[in-house]
């Protein structure tokens, strides 16, 4: 059939409202699998996902949530799942928030399929998802910010074992897409053809009832909290309801096209249930092939980068393979997945292509579904499918080469693209493999951009740094840091400042045989920019793994490489990778062949400004002994550059002198690659470049008594084979031996001159530089709204309480606190700046938050109307009054929106749909007859995007006065941009192309004739310096009003800067260089006339430091008024300071240096007779802390003005801080210690009584004790007397005791770094006036400290549960047999620990545990204060149950994974294995001391059972074996003598006796226990659905009390603790 045809007939079906469409195939779904980003799940029946944190909010129904798991039975949830029982048979609606695309009991043992997922950014995909929801929801305005992709694929039903049936062959693909905003969220469904084979599953209790449950398909909000304490079913919404519609959803579907469902999920504001799309669409029988329209997309082929997906590190689910091909690569390796066949042979279809399959080779991207004549912008697989299912091997160069030529002749512009992307994950054990510029293709397709998918600043530039412009280009934009900082655009630091890097190290290290963990532990490093010095330190590294990694000092050379010291024509890693990238590096040793595998991944800049590196070992490493040393000689290494990665393959040789074995010599193979985001849209050459580290001092040590790991690595960057022929004559800002400060960058002059320039946010002579407090200094960028964080170099913005950023990720915006509806259901709630209020609806009464009915009336809800209109009144009125200009929308007696709005200001009419949403083309301008809105729609047409700009252009301000300056575009007929534009205001005129883009070298001014737009274009260069410099400059903010005050610089003809430049608003000019950097001393003020810029510069003196910085002070306004209060400098006829400065305003004088630093004790106040300057100094203090800080704070900008708010300290006649400080700006005043600091509470505003400062501070009760450091430091103080002296030793502490890393004599420049404990580091004392480069030896918070890990004792009482619960262990006091909730608590605090077996010691007063997370058995004394000691932490796999033999001091536990029982002492000594066979899920288990019994579970679900053996091992026998099914809870009734289970299988708690008689029932009908003690005749359990602490009466067999602790999570193990032993105990 020819394509118009095709065309004809689906338009025809269109008409008809139902379109017969095939069904959409595999190849049609989301692209998935490890090449797409994909994460896989773990094999198994009932696997549930690690968290996937989301990195925004996802709305479901109205509720926030942050994370996200997938699970085997074919469903999504917001929340960590419950075992498969409790939900897996029953249907909606679930205890838990569920997206459903198939619930049914899957299982994927045995490599019966894969299950894949993502989040992802990419634009493809967001693309289609946008695509497919405007398509259901054609009024909906969403556009998708991120997308959760899952991929269920060729998955299997959960089937009972038998020796006589085979495996079903059976198998379902399915896949679920959720796709969201700031706002919405949306969900489709994808069920290819072929795709569901069978329809539902059989429980598992059928008892062998033939019985088959269908699938269920649909959503589940979970339960939902009312009345504070109470939880009811939330709404839920099934798509299918028996076995035939579960059949049908492949065959038919609610978007038009047969397999695709979608549904609106949720929404931030109010979100009562799902809403599925409703356009019709059925399957029809088509030829084997299928037919359909081919796809004529615009929609670029989107690369799926590695970047555009969040990696979770999910080391385990992630496939192990032999090599890693950094590129394409060669196809005759690629192989085909296990359990599907995705050989179908992808190309993008040429212009000249034939239209009918019958007629193509190779087909192309198809749309074997489509029921509109509407282009779907799905995926086209050349690029973006995943390697894995691309087959066909790739055109030839030659062919590509010629292709190509053609291709780009007829598409301009456009970038040819490696597929350098496509590098997969490496796996643990995996090896890296080195790329040769051969191996690289560069020539792999042409990538074809449009308007419509274009990304742009104007969409993307909050995705820049702070620190960045952006820039848009042909094919998309890029981000460029500003003058004064580096790095890739996205991330910007300050040129010259020191870096810090801090993360964790994970993994597993085997050192000769004996496998080491690491868990979570500190790495920080320090790296001083100016000369390339990189310090590592690795904190709490044991001791064996300690010794052996030395020689891995690649794990620093990351750092080097990132911030390496620039030699000419070069540049450090940071400004290619930024801060987000990942490192794969393989190490192999020689002449052992260990392999170590190093995965390095850069997570950003944090609040501070450091980067953050999350590094993960696994492998091995070479045996060295205990007190070894390793030296490592220079060496260099050659990094290869391909778009958005750098390679390098390196050998190194290092010596290992240890007393044992004397001097032996190594070496080992570092193989490398760093993939990193590239921006490629500036159309840099993507020429193969080659760059050389040269590694000049590597220096390793490992601090045993600390477990410190150091590294310190000098790196420098520069071409390769470029050597100075004679070093002495390096310029020492490449030799790195310059004197400038480490905050300071090293500018090189001719031959060996330099300069040192402190960085951006320090301020100093370069030597010394100290950080200016924007801040303090009113120097900020931060908003209204915003508070001002001072940090090193830099500061920060955080909003106030009640804003929250808005879209730019800068400005703070009014939090809409209505959006989560706070208020009472029966009330409105109205939105204030930075606050909101309730008021009850009309004919109720309350305080808005709880709202009742008075009597005798009735009222129905207000409607979205009303609400809409209401919320606008409110928050607009002014006296009473509405404020002129506001929109107001009109509502009828039901509260629906009018057919016809009129903006009662502008005179502007529309019509509106029924949810008030503007009906495209209806609008109609004042003084016009407006649309009949109750006629039906004519096909109106979508507005355009000039439309949709123009209308998006505020014209009016929020008060209706009409606003200048504003540019509206102007469109035609249309909709089109007019080929010409003229800005109102301004009256500039240029030209513009399609897409309302100018045109460069269009534009006229005011006044001049404008250019004929309608004259085809000459070729046109591309945009100059000073043109990119005009045109990011931003002349109207967010909200459409003009900036007052923004400087533009003015270019010539041909793009280049005017060698004249003048400021329009403050009318100074001045001088500048082709590069538009201002000539010194060309700058005049308005008023004057202007230098003449075509002059040559006079040859003249270099200005003095007295006369740079006296002629930098501006005296005078730019209006030509004095300033008062502006300090001006006085020279001598030399230009140097002469010796007594007096302040003109204030009238102080006081004597100066020859640099013009005043003399301490020489000034004096106005009207005093001033010092005789000329004098020798008499033997005077040095200048004190308080004194440095004073005059350190400039109170002049650099223009010489005074800068209001700044905050100088004020000292007494000795120099220390007056004890009660202010602002004189602010009027803030707050008391501070001898140090300056202030003391916290003390701080007053404006008007309110001050402090007393001179009291004593009350030591809070909560306060820690002094640390070390501070004992120390207050005996010193004492010991001089009170006041040391300038050279006189006191330590230095940080804000939490800790001693600073760096330490020094007084106020000298003599300084050395310390240990955690105070100790001195040898080799690091330095005599220089630049101090040495110290790492802490002491984590510092991330977020906020974590509490330390110590033990707060129960209440005094006799008896008092503990409970496990994830990170915790609590205490729940008993009050006889009741659960005296009031008196509960904390008792241990384990941050990253998930504590599951608990049991204690009623001997020794300790509890013991056993940790899931870190692998350990633990135990702590429950005494105050007291810490956790780890006793076992090896060979440990997913320890559960633990036991502890008071009288025998043993303890006993159980390990689920390895399936074994095992024993010790209770201090981890003379450990043994007691069982390993014929266990296959050993959950819990106990110890009866006085008959020396041991008890234990096994929930295999084939034969589960209760065994029981001596504690020696012997006399193993099983107790209970019939009617089990997951016996969790164990415990022993010491009152009867009988063992007593609880089982969340049966549901039943149960009693027998050891002997096997006497069973018998307790209760019948538990929830989910999982760990069981048993106390005075009650049974105490935790139990999983209610997530709290049940108890039992024995006697009644009922309930009897209930504790649900305030934080909702699983609860684990539970034990009793007692003050003396019980009878019995175990």
Not at 640 to 647: L, N, R
Not at 802 to 828: I, K, L, Q, W
Not at 1519 to 1526: A, F, H, K, P, R
Request: contains cysteine; hydrophobic residues 25%; proline residues 9%.
């Amino acid at each position: 059939m020819e394509r118009g045809e095709m065309l004809a007939l689906c338009l025809l079906c269109w008409s008809c409202s139902v379109c017969v469409v095939t069904a959409i195939q595999r190849a049609d779904m989301f692209p998935y699998g490890t090449l797409s980003g994909d994460l896989i799940l773990a094999e198994g029946d009932d696997e549930t996902s690690r968290v996937l944190p989301l990195p925004k909010t996802l709305y479901f129904y109205s509720s926030p949530f942050t994370q996200l798991y997938v699970a085997t039975n074919g469903i999504i949830s917001a929340q960590d799942l419950p075992m498969e029982k409790q939900y897996v048979d029953d249907g909606f609606p679930t205890d838990f928030p569920v997206v459903a695309p198939f619930l049914a009991d899957i299982d994927t043992s045995g490599g019966r399929g894969q299950i894949y997922y993502r989040v992802t950014e990419t634009p493809s995909v967001l693309n289609r998802v946008a695509q497919e929801v405007h398509r259901g929801f054609p009024d909906a305005k969403f556009t998708p910010t991120y997308a959760v992709v899952a991929t269920w694929e060729n998955v299997a039903a959960y089937e009972e074992e038998t020796r006589t049936t085979a495996p079903s062959s059976k198998l379902n693909t399915f896949q679920a897409v959720i796709g969201y905003d700031e706002t919405d969220s949306y969900v489709l469904f994808l069920y290819p053809e072929g795709g569901l084979n069978f329809f539902g599953t059989r429980p598992k209790e059928s008892y062998n009832v033939e019985i088959e449950l269908p699938a269920r398909v649909g959503f589940s909000r979970g339960e939902v909290t009312y009345l504070i304490f109470s939880r009811t079913e939330g709404p839920h919404y099934s798509v299918t309801s028996n076995e035939q519609s579960v059949k049908n959803l492949y065959q038919v579907g609610n978007t038009g096209i047969p397999g695709i469902w979608l549904f609106h999920t949720g929404n931030h504001y109010s979100f009562d249930n799902i809403v599925p799309a409703s356009i019709g669409g059925l399957l029809a029988t088509s030829p084997p092939g299928g037919h359909g329209l081919p796809l004529d997309t615009t929609t670029p082929d989107f690369e799926e980068y590695p970047d555009n997906t969040f990696d979770l590190n999910n080391k385990e689910e992630e496939e192990e393979e032999d090599d890693y091909p950094l590129t394409d690569g060669d196809p005759e390796f690629q192989t085909a997945p296990a359990g599907g066949d995705h050989s179908k042979s992808l190309q993008p279809a040429s212009p000249d292509a034939a239209s009918s399959p019958s007629e193509r080779s190779d087909p192309g991207p198809q749309v074997l579904h489509r029921s509109k004549d509407v282009p779907l912008n799905s995926e086209p697989r050349y690029g973006s499918e995943p390697e894995e299912r691309q087959y066909a091997p790739p055109n030839p160069p030659e062919a590509v080469a010629e292709q190509g030529a053609q291709q780009i002749q007829e598409q301009q512009p456009q970038d040819v693209y490696p597929h350098h992307s496509k590098e997969p994950r490496l796996s643990p054990g995996g090896h890296v493999v080195s790329v040769d510029e051969e191996d690289v293709d560069f020539d792999t397709g042409v990538i074809r951009y449009t308007t419509e998918n274009k990304e742009t600043c104007a969409s993307f530039q909050q995705q820049c740094s702070q620190h960045a412009f952006c820039s848009d280009y042909a094919t998309g934009f890029c981000c460029h840091c500003r003058p004064g900082f580096y790095g890739n655009g996205r991330h910007c630091l300050p040129d010259g400042a020191p870096q810090r890097v801090s993360g964790k190290v994970s993994g597993t290290v085997t050192v000769g045989s004996t496998p080491v963990q690491l868990n979570n532990i500190d790495l920080h490093a320090y790296i001083v920019v100016g000369d390339g010095r990189a310090y590592t330190a690795i904190s709490e590294v044991p001791e064996p793994v300690g010794w052996a990694l030395m020689p891995v000092a690649p794990i620093g050379e990351l750092f080097g490489w990132l911030f390496a010291l620039e030699l000419p024509n070069s540049q450090a890693g940071f400004k290619n990778a930024g801060a987000e990238f990942t490192r794969h590096a393989e190490v192999i040793f020689y002449p052992g062949n260990q392999r170590l595998s190093i995965i390095q991944t850069g997570r950003g800049l944090d609040d501070h400004n450091h980067l953050t590196v999350d590094t993960v070992l696994s492998g091995s490493v070479p045996f060295l002994p205990p007190g070894a040393e390793v030296t490592m000689d220079p060496f260099k290494d050659t990094y290869q550059y391909y778009p958005s990665v750098a390679t390098s393959t390196s050998v190194r040789e290092f010596l290992v002198v240890s007393a044992e074995r004397g001097s032996e010599s190594f070496s080992f193979q570092l193989k490398q690659n760093i993939t990193y985001r590239d921006c490629q849209h500036d159309n840099r050459p993507a020429a193969l470049e080659t760059l050389q580290i040269a590694m000049e001092r590597v220096f390793v040590m490992y601090v045993k008594e600390e477990r410190i790991l150091r590294y310190a690595i000098t790196n420098k960057i520069g071409p390769v084979g470029v050597e100075p022929t004679e070093p002495e004559l390096v310029n020492p800002c490449y030799a790195g031996n310059h004197d400038c400060d480490t905050t300071a960058q090293c500018v090189p002059l001719e031959g060996q001159a330099f300069q040192c320039q402190c960085a951006t946010g320090y301020r100093g002579d370069g030597r010394n530089c100290y950080d200016i407090d924007e801040c303090a200094e009113g120097l900020s960028s931060c908003g209204a709204h915003a508070q001002c964080v001072n940090l090193p170099g830099s500061h920060r913005c955080q909003c106030q309480s009640g804003f929250e950023f808005g879209y730019d990720g800068r400005t703070c915006v009014d939090m809409d606190e209505c959006s989560s509806s706070p208020c009472h259901s029966n009330a409105r709630c109205i939105n204030g700046l930075g606050s909101f209020q309730c008021q009850c609806q009309p004919g109720f009464y309350g305080d808005g938050f709880h709202c009742s009915q008075q009597e005798g009336q009735t009222a129905r809800p207000m409607s979205l109307c009303e609400l809409h209109r209401d919320s606008l009144q409110s928050g607009v009125e002014v006296k009473g009054l509405p404020i002129l200009g506001a929109f107001i929308p009109q509502c009828d007696s039901d509260g629906r929106y009018r057919p016809l709005q009129c903006h009662g200001s502008t005179g502007h009419c529309w019509c509106v749909d029924s949810q008030g949403q503007e009906r495209p083309g209806t609008r109609t301008p004042p003084g016009t007859a407006p649309k009949d809105c109750d006629r039906a729609d004519d096909l109106l047409r979508p507005k355009t995007l000039c439309e949709q700009q123009r209308d998006s252009v505020q014209t009016i301000s929020p008060e209706g006065y009409p606003l200048f300056g504003a540019f509206a575009p102007q469109c035609d007929a249309n909709g089109q941009y007019t080929p010409q534009q003229c800005h109102s205001s301004t009256g500039h005129c240029w030209c513009v192309d399609s897409n309302g883009e100018e045109i460069y070298g269009t534009r006229t001014a005011a006044g001049e004739t404008p250019r004929d737009c309608g004259k085809p274009d000459e070729p046109e260069r591309l945009k100059t310096q000073c043109e990119h410099h005009r045109d990011s400059v931003q002349t109207t903010s967010p909200e459409g009003y003009p900036i007052v005050g923004a400087y533009v610089p003015q270019c010539d003809a041909n793009g280049q800067y005017r060698s004249l430049q003048c400021h329009g608003s403050t009318g100074h000019c001045w001088c500048v260089d082709s590069q538009g950097q201002e000539r010194a001393g060309t700058r005049t003020p308005p008023g004057t006339a202007p230098k003449d810029c075509d002059r040559p510069d006079e040859p003249e003196r270099p200005k003095t430091y007295c006369e740079q910085h006296r002629d930098s002070a501006q005296s005078t306004s730019p209006e030509g008024y004095p300033i008062t209060g502006a300090y001006v400098p006085q020279c001598d006829a030399n230009g140097q300071y002469t010796p007594q400065q007096c302040h003109a305003s204030t009238g102080h004088c006081w004597c100066v240096d020859s640099n013009g630093q005043e003399r301490a004790g020489t000034r004096t106040p106005p009207g005093a007779p001033p010092r005789d300057c000329d004098k020798p100094d008499e033997p005077e203090r040095p200048k004190t802390h308080c004194e440095y800080h004073r005059d350190r704070g400039q109170s002049t900008s650099p223009e010489g003005y005074p800068i209001v708010g700044a905050y100088v300290p004020q000292c007494d006649a000795n120099g220390q801080y007056l004890p009660r400080q202010c602002h004189g700006s602010t009027g803030h005043c707050w008391c501070v210690d001898s140090q300056g600091q202030e003391r916290a509470g003390t701080r007053t505003p404006p008007g309110a009584p001050s402090v007393d400062c001179d009291r004593p501070v009350p030591v809070a009760p909560t306060q820690r004790p002094e640390s070390v450091c501070e004992r120390w430091r207050a005996s010193l103080i004492e010991h001089y007397g009170g006041k040391p002296d300038p050279q006189q030793y006191v330590p230095q502490c940080e804000p939490d005791g800790q001693f600073s890393p760096v330490q020094c004599y007084g106020e000298t420049t003599y300084c050395w770094c310390v240990d955690q404990d105070g100790r001195e580091v040898p080799g690091t004392r330095s005599h220089d006036v630049v101090k040495p480069a110290c790492l802490p030896s002491v984590a510092p918070p991330i977020v906020r400290p974590l509490p330390r890990p110590s033990v707060t004792p129960p209440p005094n009482t006799d008896i008092t549960l503990l409970y496990a619960q994830g990170q915790k262990i609590g205490v729940l006091p008993l009050n006889g047999t009741r659960l005296d909730a009031s008196r509960s608590k904390t008792l241990l605090t384990l941050h990253g620990s998930i504590v599951v077996g608990i049991a204690y010691d009623c001997k020794e007063n300790q509890v013991y545990w056993t940790d899931l997370s870190a692998r350990t058995i633990n135990r702590a004394s429950m005494a105050p204060g007291a810490e956790p000691k780890i006793l076992i932490n090896t060979n440990l796999v997913s320890p559960e149950g633990l036991a502890v033999d008071v009288d025998r001091r043993l303890m006993f536990w159980v390990d689920s994974n390895p399936d074994v029982i095992e024993r010790s002492n209770l201090d981890g000594s003379e450990r043994q294995t007691l069982f390993d066979t014929d266990l296959v899920n050993p959950r819990a288990i106990i110890v009866v001391s006085s008959t020396g019994t041991l008890y234990w579970t096994d929930w295999n679900r084939e034969a589960p059972k209760i065994e029981s053996s001596s504690v020696d091992g012997q006399n193993r026998r099983v107790v209970v074996s019939d009617g089990v099914g997951l016996p969790n809870a164990l415990t022993y009734d010491s009152s009867s003598g009988q063992i007593c289970w609880a089982d969340a299988g049966t549901k039943r708690l149960e009693c027998i006796s050891p002997d096997g008689s006497g069973r018998r029932v307790i209760h019948s009908s538990l929830n989910y226990p999982f760990s069981m003690v048993y106390y005075r005749n009650h049974f105490y359990y935790t139990d999983w659905r209610r997530d709290g602490v049940i108890a039992v009466s024995k006697d009644s067999s009922q309930f009897t009390d209930e504790y649900l602790p305030d934080q909702r999570s699983h609860l684990y193990g539970i034990a009793i603790a007692t003050t003396h032993c019980l009878s019995g105990s175990h």
